[in-house]
Structures are given as structure tokens and as C-alpha cells.
């Protein structure tokens, strides 16, 4: 095309045409076209969306679809893109996370798995102590070989109804033959109560440990 049309001109037109064509509009794209034009942004359709399938660990109910933390902790796995993780990081504000959050609840999301960390562990007892939300954390745990249990207990006191050794360290921990510390981790997180898991980047870690 010889015109030259940005993305803002683009959508303007695109919600011009018939209804047919409007409706082939993502749900972000009408919303950011109902922000140009300072109209109320639509609401996702149907309102909330309950009744996820759920599953069970020991007595606790998860939803089959949960939260990742990566984003809300600024890991974006995005290769070469340097800038991604600090746009993240400057995107998920407290108040951004609060109304992420929420979203899942509203949609039947009942768990977020997130790494054990300051940042969340504030984040945690912000939306819970703040906001009045019931969403649960399974932490992200690391070990070493001096204290292989600290994170997890740390975890565990910061209401996270389960835990599991991140997958690098269970993977690391099995190729130095140190599967009795991974067990240790394992049984500390199920004997103080919570759910217990361990991560390994390789299906050997599972097998061995």
C-alpha cells in the first residue's frame, strides 16, 4: 500500500467497516480503541469465567490452569532482546500485579506458582492483607549444599501451601550425585505440611533422586 498507516489509523479504520470485520478484532485491540476514544473499555465476554477444571494435591484444591511468576518477577526468556526484563519489571507495577491477579481469581485461576524472593514474598502478602485475595502460592525454592531446606521453610512461613526445588538446582544436585539432599528438601516441605515437589530439567532427576 502506498499510504502510509500506522497501527492507531489502522485500528480506526478497522472498527469503521462492516460488523463482520469489526468482530475480527482481538479483545486488547478493542480495548485500545475504546482508550483513544475515552470510551469504558469492554469487559471480557460473559463477565467472569468460573469453573476451571480442578485438581488435587493432598487436601488442597488447584486449578488446572495456574499463574507463572516469570513476568511479574521480570524473566522473560527473551533471548536477545536485553531490554525485556526491565520493561517488565517497569510494566508490572504493584498495582498491575494486584489487577493481573485479580483477573485470574475472577476467571476461576486459584494458584500462582512465583519464586521465593523478597519481591514476591511482599507481593504475596500485599494482595492478600490489601486486596482481600484468596489466590495460593506454590513457591519456587533453591537449595544449597550447606541448607538445603532454608528456602523452603522460609516459604512455607510466607504461606505458600507447597514448594518444590527449582528444576536447575534439582538437575544439578543429581549429576553431583547428591540425590540425598534433594530427598531431605522433599521430605522437609511434606513433614512441615505443605505440597512437595521437585523440578529437573531432565527426566532423570525424577527417576534417580
Known sequence: MSENIN???FLQKSAA???GAALALSFEETALL???TNKPAPRMPGGSIKGLPMGKIGNVKISRMFAGGNLISGFAHSRDLIYVSSLLNKYFTDDKVMETFEICEECGINTAILRLDEHCIRIMNKYWNDRGGKLQWIAQVKMTSDDPTGEAKAAIDNGAIGAYVHGGGG??????????????AVEFIKQNGASAGLGGHKVEVAQGW
Open 34 to 36: 475504546a482508550a483513544m
Open 17 to 19: 467497516l462492516s460488523t
Open 7 to 9: 497501527r492507531r489509523n
Open 171 to 184: 538437575r544439578t544436585f543429581f549429576e553431583k550425585s547428591r540425590g540425598d539432599l534433594l530427598g531431605k
